[in-house]
Nanobody, 119 residues
Framework: VQLQAFGGGLVQPGGSLRLSCTAS????????MGWYRQAPGNQRELVAT???????IYSDSVKGRFTISRDNAKGTVYLQMNSLQPEDTAVYYC??????????????WGQGTLVTVSS
């Protein structure tokens, strides 16, 4: 089982980016999926999570600017990021609670994708 994230890059302040993360492998079911980020010198922090049925939690710092969604059929979680600011610069990691057909249930992390907000 693995998670693969896409969509990072360089964007100007006020711009937008969309991240995606897809789970692959021998998967029985996927529970909560989410995005976390880690800026240089900081601890990894929650950005947003979404359950299989669509219940969502956002960190206060991204409410109203970021939107998390998922496609259960594709095993994919998305993060639409609007009104990006320099303080959003970080490596973004996806996370998923996965019940694998072999190995049981555990949390998996994607490889991280760098988002840089700068003029």
């Amino acid at each position: 089982v693995q998670l693969q994230a896409f969509g990072g890059g360089l964007v100007q302040p006020g711009g937008s980016l969309r991240l995606s993360c897809t789970a692959s492998g021998s998967i029985f079911t996927i529970g909560v999926m989410g995005w976390y980020r880690q800026a240089p010198g900081n601890q990894r922090e929650l950005v947003a999570t979404i359950t299989r049925l669509g219940s969502i939690i956002y960190s206060d710092s991204v409410k109203g600017r970021f939107t998390i969604s998922r496609d259960n059929a594709k095993g994919t979680v998305y993060l639409q990021m609007n009104s990006l600011q320099p303080e959003d610069t970080a490596v973004y990691y996806c996370n998923a609670d996965i019940l694998a057909r072999i190995g049981g249930r555990m949390g998996y992390w994607g490889q991280g994708t760098l988002v840089t907000v700068s003029s």
